[in-house]
């Protein structure tokens, strides 16, 4: 069990690990994060999650000065002293402490930097499970491209998608057309066999996960498209798949209770599971 974190500057024991009730973050979700995967000392597109955590902070003009070495040395050192082999990591940069206050015009404060490790059950090995989600209306503001903690519509999506048994909540745009899920993008395949995900339009985040996926299927000879796609057409294709850091490449095979492709995992999707375990990796 992990149990040292890493807020403003101290590793400590969870018990210890106390954020300021004037936190930023705490008062109005003023904050971002990033959620890393690791096995073994190996990271999962470290880089690329590092400069999305960089982009964020510039996206809501959160002035962290810590540099990208730095960053990397903390969370390597907390991954040793916690002891995870398989696990994630989670980073979160709030805009300081200050008084309770909207606006942050004239405000004096610094970052504020907390870390925590998740041991989590390592079944890259195993038989791949396939999933099953809902869809909802996406309620969400209009920049869910930036990574913020500001999650409120993505939390009761996932707690409405668990509640009714499913693993996921796929959010529906006001036209009809699927956005990305609560905590994950979503991708298609139709009968052509092409690999259809949304297209970066401001409307989702830019997932990691996503982009890697889309190089691998490439680099197979896969054909890749982003376009959009309504949930109509969710229902009838041949496999459907989520990406995310924390699930990687996860098969859904029943979405509003209608099986798809009977119920049954697809093989492509599994295909890009293993090349996903098989190349995305960093050493730190
Ligand atoms: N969309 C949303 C809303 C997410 O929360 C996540 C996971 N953080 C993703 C997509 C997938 O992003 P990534 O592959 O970078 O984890």
Known sequence: ?????????????????????????YHFGDSVYEVILFNKGIFYDFEEHISRLFTSLNSINIKFSLSRISLKIIIKNLIKINRVSFGSVYIQVSRGIAERNHSYKGMNI?????????????????????????????????????????????????TEANIKGAFEGIFIDSDGYVTEGSSSNIWIINNNN?????????????????????????????????????????????EVFLTSASSFVTPIIEIDNIE????????????????????SRNNL
């Open 194 to 238: 092409e690999i259809i995900t949304r297209p970066i339009d401001g409307q989702i985040l830019s997932g990691i996960t996503r982009k890697t996926i889309a190089q691998f299927a490439k680099l197979n000879k896969l054909i890749v498209k982003e376009e959009k796609f309504k949930k109509q057409e969710l229902y009838k294709s041949k």
């Open 1 to 25: 069990m992990p149990n040292i974190s890493y807020v403003d500057g101290v590793y400590q024991n969870y018990e210890n690990s106390k954020i300021n009730i004037n936190d930023r973050g």
């Open 110 to 158: 610094k970052p504020l930097l907390s870390i925590i490790v998740t041991k989590k059950l390592n079944n890259i090995g195993n038989d791949t499970i396939g999933v099953k989600a809902i869809t909802l209306d996406d309620n969400r503001w209009s920049r869910p491209d930036i990574k913020t903690t500001q999650l409120l519509p993505n939390v009761l999506a996932k």
């Open 260 to 279: 798809i492709n009977e119920g049954k995992i697809g093989q492509t999707s599994i295909d890009l599971r293993n090349l996903y375990f098989r190349n």
